[in-house]
């Protein structure tokens, strides 16, 4: 079992940058599949990036260019590095880990980003 916390979400305005955290409760470093997602108010919830164990490294094609998923196996940690955001990325993010079959996911951080 994989406990998931997210964390660095808040209120920042268009152009500006944020970093998420998700630290997780044991060891990542045998966990292939990590990522985020994110979901808005009455949509649906969608793949933001994913990282392997191997770091290959996966992005919708919405945050190409500005938004880097990163791991810290030592810390048990996955990030996700917010550059240049948009209006149209505000919503909840969430941490997602696959492991042993199991998806896990964390409560999630909310990212507003003003106009």
């Known amino acids: 079992q994989v406990q998931l916390v997210e964390s660095g979400g808040g209120l920042v305005q268009a152009g500006g940058s944020l970093k998420l955290s998700c630290a997780a409760s044991r060891s990542i470093f045998s966990i292939n599949a990590m990522g985020w997602y994110r979901q808005a108010p009455g949509d649906q919830r969608e793949l933001v990036a994913s990282i392997s164990s191997g770091g290959t490294t996966n992005y919708a094609d919405l945050v190409k260019g500005r938004f880097t998923i990163s791991r810290d196996n030592a810390k048990n940690t996955v990030y996700l590095q917010m550059n240049s955001l948009k209006p149209a990325d505000t919503s909840v993010y969430y941490c997602?880990?696959?492991?042993?079959?199991?998806?896990?996911w964390g409560k999630g951080t909310l990212v507003t980003v003003s106009s």
């Open positions: 997602n880990v696959l492991s042993g079959g199991i998806n896990y």
